[in-house]
């Protein structure tokens, strides 16, 4: 059974008042994610081992195999975009639920601690990536960040609340080269917050 590109869970114009316009959205999802998919199912295709594994068995399998790399990279690269798309809200972006800013307060000191931290990494990281909201093994809600395709399931760093892209075909035409205030306006505006407490 092939991978298949999940539809958008808002319109591709839903989410430009907030800073991310319509070509980006039609780029990025119907563009981008879907030629991770299309090259993930072509690899997939022509591996015995791969098939009928679920895409997380893949992305776990293939971390750190150097002859696996090119699978690695598009089925990190499905994961990290099937969740990106529900981790921004048209409606909810930037509001807190109380359950997660408790959590937050508790292991950061507090919102803007973890917003600065977050910013940090996503800018940090040295050309493509992603960063991360993960919780860790231990309780605690830690920000991380992973290069080109590689996420926390691969890493082992915990589960996932949230997730930035910060490849430049996430903000070049709404931000041009302004990564850090890309960051900022998706940290206060279009995260889902409500999706990232679901997860605690
Ligand atoms: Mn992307």
Known sequence: MAFELPPLPYTTS??????MCQETLELHHGK???AYVTALN?????????????????????????????VFNN?????????FWPMMSPTE???????????IVG???GVTQFKDAFKAAATTQFGSGWAWLVLASDGKLKVTKTPNGSNPLATGEGTVLLGIDVWEHSYYLDFRNRRPDYVQNWLDKIANYEYAASQM
């Open 75 to 83: 089925a990190g690269q499905h994961w990290n975009h099937s969740l």
């Open 42 to 70: 072509g690899f997939v295709e022509k591996d015995a081992a791969l098939k009928g594994k679920s895409l997380d068995e893949i992305v776990k399998l293939a971390h750190g195999k150097a002859e696996l790399a090119p």
């Open 107 to 109: 292991d950061f000191g």
């Open 93 to 103: 972006g930037g509001r807190m639920p109380g359950k997660l800013e408790q959590k």
């Open 14 to 19: 839903a989410l430009a008042e907030r800073g």
């Open 32 to 34: 981008h994610h879907q």
